[in-house]
């Protein structure tokens, strides 16, 4: 014969605890409370609200823009330091504000 052998335990009581780590964890939502800037897209006219930080790098971006094309005309097609002041910026947007980069700058 074939013996089972069955334990039963008494009743658990397991007790969870909710810890605020809100400190340590950023909202995964994004707070557009401080998106006050609106800025659009040269071409089609979408627009996108962006924190000031945001709106001054955007703006940042085409003052290079055009610096690069005007002092392109002296040295050269791709001869302005500019450029890569642009690229850095874009690179930026890219990392920090993936959809207003596809929205405003791609």
């Given at each position: 014969?074939?013996?089972?052998?069955?334990?039963?335990?008494g009743?658990?009581?397991?007790?969870?605890?909710?810890?605020?780590?809100?400190?340590?964890?950023?909202?995964?939502?994004?707070?557009?409370?401080?998106?006050t800037?609106?800025?659009?897209?040269?071409f089609?006219?979408?627009?996108?609200?962006l924190?000031?930080?945001?709106?001054?790098?955007?703006?940042?971006?085409?003052?290079?823009?055009?610096?690069?094309?005007?002092?392109?005309?002296?040295?050269?097609?791709?001869?302005?330091?500019?450029?890569?002041?642009?690229?850095?910026?874009?690179?930026?947007?890219?990392?920090?504000?993936?959809?207003?980069?596809?929205?405003?700058?791609?």
């Amino acid at each position: 014969m074939n013996e089972c052998h069955i334990w039963q335990q008494g009743p658990q009581l397991k007790v969870l605890t909710m810890i605020d780590l809100s400190y340590i964890i950023q909202d995964m939502k994004t707070n557009t409370d401080n998106r006050t800037e609106e800025r659009r897209n040269r071409f089609n006219g979408e627009s996108v609200m962006l924190t000031k930080e945001e709106a001054k790098i955007h703006d940042e971006i085409f003052i290079h823009e055009v610096q690069a094309t005007l002092e392109d005309r002296k040295l050269g097609t791709g001869g302005s330091k500019h450029w890569q002041h642009m690229r850095d910026k874009l690179s930026w947007f890219m990392k920090h504000n993936a959809k207003a980069y596809m929205v405003l700058l791609d």
